[in-house]
């Protein structure tokens, strides 16, 4: 995921994390794109679900954080 600057200064998420991210999520896409067998793939769906939610809510709690900061120093 290629991100600029301003992206992820603006949002207090670091560019690592932006790139572990993706990385987890291209990772689980790859699992769930060669799975064959049904179960598998229902699981394999889940956890990137909760992936999923979890990145949202890592990034948006930086964010508040990054907000609480700034409205601080002002």
Request: aromatic share 6%.
């Amino acid at each position: 995921m290629q991100t600029d600057g301003n992206q992820n200064s603006s949002s207090g998420v670091s560019p690592e994390d932006y790139e572990i991210a993706d990385l987890l999520l291209q990772t689980v896409d790859a699992k769930i794109s060669k799975s064959k067998e049904l179960r598998k793939y229902v699981l394999l769906n889940q956890l990137r679900r909760k992936a999923l939610s979890y990145i949202i809510r890592l990034f948006i709690t930086n964010s508040h954080r990054r907000a609480a900061l700034e409205a601080a120093v002002l």
